[in-house]
């Protein structure tokens, strides 16, 4: 009789879906729609022909597909680290209510979203120096702090991780974002490499960054889920 009850409720609960499930979908498509018509708004201010916004990149300047290849790659698997610790820590906290692991991996998700809106609008390098006037070292010392807090308040969460995966990431996106200055430092290296050169140390680094970065994530978050559903289990 126990099982039959639970199984009536379980019926019943899949016949009568979460109200507040409705209200997030309800709540996203506004959100969603509201940025549409904001974006719409500007460009017609602007007196920009709407295709520009909408249609895509190759299409409008005629470049084969392969063209920033690499970069693409890059912002793709920013998105995906970012989209696996957002839905990570909305599940630990909904099912298990650990506050470490759910603001890590919170902290974590939008650390990367900054990261991937960054390299895709090509915020340091075109828009802020062009449109605020703002210094590269100004926008670097400002980008270093934020990630120095970001690496204070999650130092606990980090070293029960896979942290050497996670500063292998590290190591290669600041060596990535210094590669100018030390080639511009060691004369006989800026002697020695070709400028096609000195981009595939760069980007080269800055890829295998990012390709650690969604690594320890992917890693991380799946450990952290799959614990509290083990732990779960032997207590249920």
């Known amino acids: ?114 990261l991937m809106i960054d390299d895709f609008f090509m915020l340091h390098e075109e828009v802020f120096p062009s449109r605020l006037g703002a210094s590269e070292e100004s926008i670097y010392l400002v980008y270093i702090t934020v990630f120095v807090l970001y690496l204070f308040r999650s130092r606990r969460a980090i070293l029960q991780t896979n942290f050497i995966l996670f500063f292998v990431a590290i190591g290669f996106l600041g060596i990535s974002m210094l590669t100018d200055r030390i080639i511009e430092g060691l004369p006989f290296l800026s002697n020695l490499l070709s400028t096609e050169q000195e981009f595939f140390l760069e980007d080269g680094l800055k890829f295998l960054g990012i390709i650690a970065w969604l690594f320890y994530f992917i890693d991380t978050s799946l450990t952290a889920v799959h614990s509290y559903i083990s732990r779960s289990a032997m207590e249920g």
């Open 1 to 114: 009789m126990p099982e039959l009850q639970n199984n009536t409720k379980n019926k019943k609960a899949r016949n009568h879906p979460d109200p507040s499930r409705n209200n997030l979908i309800i709540r996203s498509w506004l959100v969603v729609s509201i940025a549409c018509i904001a974006l719409l708004i500007m460009a017609l201010q602007a007196n920009l022909p709407f295709p520009l916004l909408s249609r895509d990149v190759f299409a409008i300047a005629e470049i084969p597909v392969y063209f920033a290849l690499f970069s693409n790659l890059g912002v793709l698997c920013l998105c995906a680290a970012s989209a696996i610790c957002l839905f990570s820590a909305a599940v630990i906290n909904h099912h298990y209510k650990d506050r470490t692991n759910t603001s890590f991996l919170l902290l974590s998700g939008f650390v990367t979203l900054g």
